[in-house]
Each structure stands twice: as C-alpha cells, then as structure tokens.
Nanobody
Framework: QVQLVESGGGLVQAGGSLRLSCSASGRTFNNRLIGWFRQAPGKERELVAAIASSGSRKYYADSVKGRFTISRDSANNAAYLQMNNLQPGDTAVYYC???????????????????WGQGTQVTVSS
C-alpha cells in the first residue's frame, strides 16, 4: 500500500501562486507514475499533470501548460505541483495519485491510479 497526503492548498487571488505537496509513505514511491488531478463542483475529475518515475517525462493538461509545473523528489518520497498565474477556473479539490509499481502506460486515465490522497482545496478568487 501507498499512503498519500496532500498539502498546500488554500485561498488565493487571481494571478497568485500556490505550491501543492504530496507526501508518500508505505511502499516505495519512486517506481510509480505520479499524477495530480482536480475536481471542481459538478465536474468530472480531470488529470492536471503527471510525471514518470524517472522524472524525465511529464504531461500537462492544455489548460495549465505554461502555468503549472510538476516535479518529484524521490529521496524524500514527495511530489509537487507549482501553480502560477492561478485563475478562478482553477478552483477545485486537487488530488495526488500514484500508479502501481513499474506502470508503463501514459497515466492519463484516473483508473490507472489505485492510490489517492484525500485532496486539498484550492480556491481562486477573482
């Protein structure tokens, strides 16, 4: 099992920044693809960004390209989502998720992630 805990959410004005953190415990975090998802009220959960176990491959949703940056710190079993130039449309609960070990897919579907954190709320005011 992998336990994930997100932190760093909050209330920010449009144009502001937040850095979300995902801390992992339990089985190793390092050979898993990590994804950040978000879910706004009344909307489906969507993938925001994902990073391969090596950190060399990254995926971003079109809506956040150029504004969000995903990273990971394997030594500390952590992953991060730096969010800049936040907009009201970014308001959602943000979730960190992990795949099974040695997963080789592209990680764009939530069904590929069996491990999830509890979520952290991000609210962007206009």
């Amino acid at each position: 099992q992998v336990q994930l805990v997100e932190s760093g959410g909050g209330l920010v004005q449009a144009g502001g920044s937040l850095r979300l953190s995902c801390s992992a415990s339990g089985r190793t975090f390092n050979n898993r693809l990590i994804g950040w998802f978000r879910q706004a009220p009344g909307k489906e959960r969507e993938l925001v960004a994902a990073i391969a176990s090596s950190g060399s491959r990254k995926y971003y949703a079109d809506s956040v390209k150029g504004r969000f940056t995903i990273s990971r710190d394997s030594a500390n079993n952590a992953a991060y989502l730096q969010m800049n130039n936040l907009q009201p449309g970014d308001t959602a609960v943000y979730y960190c998720a992990a795949t099974n070990a040695y997963y080789t897919g592209d990680g764009t579907r939530s069904s590929m992630y069996p491990y999830w954190g509890q979520g952290t709320q991000v609210t962007v005011s206009s």
